[in-house]
C-alpha cells in the first residue's frame, strides 16, 4: 500500500489487488477487499495488480477506484490505450528481463 500525506491530510491512497494489506484481511478476498477500503477513503483513489481491460474498466464503472494503474501490461504495451481502444491482442511481458540492469524489456517491445 502506497500514500501520500499532504498538508490537508492523506492525498492520495493506492494498493495493488489487495496485496499489501491482506496478510492482515486474511478472510478478505481481493474484489472485496477495495469494496472495504474505498468507502473509507474520500480521496484518489488507484487500483492495480492484475487488471485486465474488462477488470479495470468494472472497477471504475463500479467506483472502486478513481483510475487503474497498468504496470507490466504497460510495459510490454507501449501503446496499450491504443490497443485497448481497438481490442488489439496484447504482448506478454519476459520477467526475465525485469530489473536485468539493462533497456531489454522495457525499450525493445513493438507498438502496432
Known amino acids: 500500500m502506497l500514500f501520500a500525506e499532504g498538508d490537508d491530510g492523506l ?13 492482515v484481511l486474511q478472510s478478505a478476498p481481493e474484489p472485496s477487499y477495495f469494496q472495504m477500503l474505498r468507502p473509507l477513503f474520500k480521496g484518489p483513489f488507484a487500483a492495480g495488480g492484475g487488471f485486465t481491460k474488462d477488470s479495470g474498466n ?18 510490454s504495451n507501449p501503446d496499450l490505450p491504443a490497443r485497448f481502444q481497438k ?8 520477467p526475465a528481463t525485469f530489473y536485468s540492469g539493462t533497456p531489454e524489456g522495457y525499450t525493445d517491445y513493438k507498438s502496432l
Open 11 to 23: 492525498d492520495f491512497l493506492r494498493d495493488r489487488a489487495g496485496r499489501s494489506l491482506q496478510h
Open 58 to 75: 468494472a472497477m471504475l464503472q463500479s467506483g472502486g477506484a478513481d483510475f487503474i494503474v497498468y504496470g507490466k501490461l504497460f510495459t
Open 87 to 94: 481490442d488489439a491482442a496484447l504482448t506478454d511481458w519476459n
